[in-house]
């Protein structure tokens, strides 16, 4: 699809996107700016976006709280971020979610478990999947570590599936100080890459380190 036919009413916050991570430069034609963005290591431009919030304020307005508890960007109920990856004629070659570190403790705690609701979702053909072993310094966080990709190849796409759910070296359970419990010391994430089966990328090459 080319970017001038994406529809963009219920979209919102359109910047450059940082590989999955927060937006920085903000972008004021919207989708149509996407060649204001740096190319990524696959040649791509990407451009991050939120889904409109208005339907949410609407809801909170007629006290209707079970709506209200779907607001902001997500997918299968978890909180994500958005983008688009677009070549230099703006044809979208490309799709990027990846969970939302800027979340609660608690919400973030659950953002592996969209690892396997995406490996349900890309039909039945086999997953080329890798587990990672631990670095030095990396523990489980109560018993369970994951540090997983997937990758699959169809007749359309290219598909790129990761999930992480570990302590990194430093994290621990308690403050060894203050003997205290923590929070928040631990790495909990999924992404997702689709990508146009014409896009020149290595998915074995997005198995190392994000």
Known sequence: ??????????FMFFSCGTNGGPPSKPLKNKFDDYHLC???????????????DEAYYLALAYT??????FQGTRVFSHSVVLSLLFNNLGIIKGIRIVTDDRVSHAERRGAAGLFLKFENIFGNQPWDCTDLKPKTGEESVRGIFTKKTCIK????????????????????????????????????TTRLEVYSADVEIDLKKLIGDI
């Open 38 to 52: 740096k190319k990524d290591i696959n040649d791509l431009k990407e451009v991050y976006f939120e889904y409109d």
């Open 153 to 188: 190849e169809t007749l359309d796409k290219k598909i790129f599936l990761r999930g992480d759910h570990y302590r990194k070296k430093g994290q621990k359970t308690f403050d060894p100080l203050t003997k205290k419990a923590t929070t928040g010391y631990f790495k909990s």
């Open 1 to 10: 699809m080319h970017y001038s036919d994406v529809p963009t009413k219920d």
């Open 64 to 69: 209707d709280t079970h709506s209200a508890g």
